[in-house]
């Protein structure tokens, strides 16, 4: 037999509706958060939240790490073989894109040099580049990308961005050889930039990078260190132009003259980009508002006036005699 007892009593308790309870829990929820934003009050929950959901985290992350794990224990030889043999061509190929960054970098800067240099030099001037050393042992000459279609010429001076290197003595048509001042056949003018005193600088025959200082006698005043710069005489080298520097002076008193060495200056062994000069154009005022006459030389272009033309000389007018006047008159 069923007793009331039995019966759930709950069934019959009229509860609050599930909407109310809803609204409730979301305006509780807006009040939390405002409260938060506004005051920070739920921070320190957070940070005890992060501690509790650490383990959680990790534990959900087990399973990606032990996959990864599983990869990378068992790969095969043959996929380590060619990842090796990639990665090795990729570093080959970054070490040569390096060396040319760099040896770009460099050229760069050779460039900015020579062109530095040639502000200060009179005339024109035109960049070569040398292309070829010669292979006699006993000539010191070195092959330039220039040549007669260039308008280069013989006995044009040839610098580099630090000081003078040589003259041209051979022109091709698209190329020439040039005799550098180390050569023992090449005599420059030079003077000494501290006090103008002057000597020939011929290339050694000791040593293929030092420069021999011909007849300078005991009572100059030369020592080491000084700056030897381009005389200007020859008109072939421009002048004050670096050349070399002393580097030992040696007075004999039983010799007439002193033992002087030198060391270029400009970067003979090494240097790749040098500049061919040509002379300024000379011009000489005409007279007579006569236009001036541009005579064709070799490497460049000078003008001259021409001869004046000579005025013929007055005739002397004969004295005329009145016949019929007196020896008196006369």
């Avoid at 929820?29 to 938060?36: E, G, K, L, P």
């Avoid at 330039?144 to 041209?168: E, K, S, W, Y």
């Avoid at 070799?298 to 001259?304: A, D, K, S």
């Amino acid at each position: 037999m069923l007793r009331w007892s039995d019966i759930d009593k709950t069934l019959f308790i009229k509860g609050v509706a599930l909407e109310y309870r809803a609204l409730a829990f979301l305006l509780l929820s807006v009040c939390i958060m405002f409260a938060d934003h506004r005051f920070g009050y739920l921070e320190m929950v957070r940070y005890g939240l992060g501690y509790a959901t650490t383990p959680v985290y990790w534990v959900a992350d087990i399973p990606t790490r032990v996959s990864f794990w599983f990869d990378d224990v068992f790969v095969s030889r043959t996929d380590l073989l060619e990842e090796n043999e990639t990665l090795r061509e990729r570093l080959l190929v970054a070490q040569r894109e390096l060396q040319l960054l760099e040896s770009l970098a460099s050229e760069n800067s050779r460039l900015l040099e020579l062109r530095e240099a040639t502000e200060v030099i009179p005339g024109e001037v035109m960049p070569a580049e040398i292309i070829n050393v010669s292979p006699d042992p006993f000539s010191r000459r070195v092959l330039i990308n220039r040549g007669a279609q260039d308008g280069v010429f013989v006995g044009q001076a040839l610098l580099d961005a630090n000081g003078l290197m040589g003259q041209v003595d051979e022109v091709l048509p698209f190329t020439s050889w040039v005799l550098l001042i180390t050569d023992a056949q090449h005599v420059t003018p030079v003077e000494v930039n501290r006090n103008g005193e002057r000597a020939l600088a011929r290339g050694s025959r000791v040593n293929s990078m030092e420069l021999d200082l011909e007849f300078v006698t005991q009572t100059q005043d030369m020592k080491a260190g000084d700056l030897l710069v381009s005389s200007g005489m020859g008109q072939v080298y421009p002048k004050n132009y670096p050349v070399a520097e002393i580097i030992s002076v040696f007075s004999d008193p039983g010799q007439d003259f002193s033992t002087v060495r030198a060391r270029p200056l400009a970067d003979i062994a090494s240097t790749r980009h040098v500049m061919l000069v040509f002379a300024s154009e000379q011009t000489v005022m005409p007279a007579l508002d006569e236009e001036p006459v541009r005579a064709p030389v070799t490497g460049g272009v000078i003008e001259r006036t021409p001869a004046m033309p000579q005025e013929p000389e007055p005739e002397q007018a004969e004295p005329e005699v009145d016949n019929g006047a007196s020896a008196a008159d006369l």
